[in-house]
């Protein structure tokens, strides 16, 4: 730095400033000890349905591997279940189906709510606009499990869907968080100077939504994405204990499920190996989102 610029910035800012709002948003992430220890369990949870995956564990979570209600040992971690099957494989391998879960919905209501709530907030006023605003208003308006439960219910009778009534129930029902949020940022985007070039220019609508204006909503898009897939989860634990959810494979809501009158016969393990498992990860991806949302946050994130 020469003469004239240190007396401009002395203390040196200007090459340690970072430069976009990603760049200040990591900055900021990695000196929260909170976020990152959080996003280092979600890491390991991530490693954890890898595995199971690749095939690397829990594959014999089917298996008659014991005897009834075996207690925790060297050979059954977290013991056996009522007919023999090993608790610590069915945990293990429900951590997979989680994220299967998680990740789809948490893609696919999230991109539905940003189509949606673009073209929402870039029709505003219009009867585009107002349609879409309806229809999350009439959305909003049903209980959301007596919702969810009744599309799953109701599409387990197609036999071509039944597998993904569940995942299509909660796309249907969490795409609305999303949209509302992109259709306020694109309400305030579309305002911008470089829009109304690119509408000098003669670039067609739809055009300027999903190439100029959609891209900067990517920020809240990814928190938003981080939110849904916890709610996900805790709506296909929910679902698979009411059994609406997982047929054939495992989760811990089945586990929770069978664990009902395992309890009341003073046999707890397989109920504490779910719960143990679903509450970190849940809790590890809340502290993670939050976060996430504190260090994307461009009102907070020059701070």
Do not use: C
């Not at 610029?5 to 040196?12: C, M, Q, S, T």
């Not at 690119?198 to 891209?215: Q, W």
């Amino acid at each position: 730095m020469n003469a004239a610029a240190e007396e401009l910035d002395p203390v040196g800012l200007s090459d340690a400033a970072p430069e976009s709002l990603w760049t200040k948003g990591l900055y900021k992430f990695r000196r929260d000890r909170v976020g990152m220890w959080s996003f280092a369990v979600v890491l390991l949870y991530v490693g954890i349905a890898l595995g199971v995956w690749l095939g690397f564990w829990a594959t014999g979570w089917a298996d008659l591997a014991g005897g009834k209600w075996e207690p925790v040992s060297g050979a059954h971690w977290f013991g056996t279940n009522i007919i023999g099957q090993d608790i610590f494989d069915r945990a293990i391998y429900s951590t997979k189906t989680s994220f299967e879960v998680g990740l789809v919905v948490a893609v696919l209501a999230t991109a539905l709510g940003a189509i949606l709530g673009a073209i929402a907030g870039f029709f505003s006023g219009s009867w585009l606009d107002e349609l879409i605003l309806w229809l999350m208003g009439v959305l909003d308006s049903i209980p959301f499990l007596l919702f969810v439960a009744a599309i799953a219910y109701t599409l387990q009778s197609i036999p071509e869907i039944s597998k993904y009534s569940m995942h299509i129930a909660m796309i249907v029902t969490f795409w609305i968080t999303a949209g509302r949020l992109v259709r306020g940022e694109v309400i305030k985007l579309k305002e911008m100077e470089y829009v109304d070039a690119a509408h000098a220019l003669g670039v067609p609508e739809y055009t300027i939504i999903f190439r100029h204006i959609l891209p900067n909503t990517a920020h809240i898009l990814l928190v938003q994405a981080t939110i849904t897939f916890v709610a996900a989860i805790k709506s296909e634990v929910i679902l698979s204990f009411l059994g609406l959810g997982v047929k054939d494979s495992m989760s811990w809501g089945l586990m929770i499920s069978e664990s009902s009158q395992e309890v009341l016969a003073g046999f707890f393990n397989n109920f504490l190996a779910a719960s143990v498992l679903l509450f970190g990860l849940v809790m590890a991806f809340n502290l993670f989102s939050d976060a996430l949302q504190d260090a994307l946050d461009p009102r907070t994130v020059a701070d």
